[in-house]
């Protein structure tokens, strides 16, 4: 990585192209997003939702003033494990250029640091099954391949 130092910091409206921009920079995102100019209006409604909910916080890694990563923390309360809170890690993305560079570590650790400031006992994520090297480098931070994920796509 550059002698700069990353700033990661809750996003705002100006970053939503920034980050549709990322998801879409994958062989993964690149099928489900849509980074053209307008936005589709429901990315802008999504951010909007998760801006106003004081358990979201959709996040930015910033350097030498550009948008480079991004992730949505979630915070979600439980009954289980005698009431625990849960970090909940989704949407990581990491420029291209900057993959490799230690960035993602460093956000996935700020990410847990706010997890830890929340009281959260536990923090999770999930990635998809074909995201192979995403599931060395989160088991390398110490993530457990503990649940069996499921999903339901559900359609317009």
Not at 17 to 44: H, K, N, S, T
Not at 84 to 94: A, F, K, L
Not at 124 to 139: E, G, I, K, N, P
């Amino acid at each position: 990585m550059s002698g700069a130092t990353p700033h990661f910091r809750p996003a705002t409206s100006a970053d939503i192209a920034a980050i549709v921009g990322l998801l879409a920079d994958d062989r993964l995102g690149a099928v489900r997003e849509a980074p053209g100019l307008p936005l589709d209006d429901r990315y802008i409604q999504a951010f909007d939702a998760i801006e106003s909910d004081p358990n979201q916080m959709q996040v930015v890694a910033e350097l030498d003033g550009h948008v480079v990563g991004c992730l949505q923390l979630s915070f979600i309360p439980g009954l289980s494990f005698i009431g625990t809170w849960r970090g909940q890690i989704e949407s990581v993305r990491i420029h291209s250029s900057m993959r490799g560079t230690g960035l993602g570590q460093q956000m996935i650790a700020w990410a847990i640091g706010v997890c830890r400031q929340r009281g959260c006992g536990l923090v999770q994520l999930s990635t998809h099954q074909s995201r192979d090297d995403a599931v060395r480098f989160y088991a390398k931070l110490g993530f457990t391949n503990s649940h069996f994920g499921m999903k339901l796509t559900l359609d317009d």
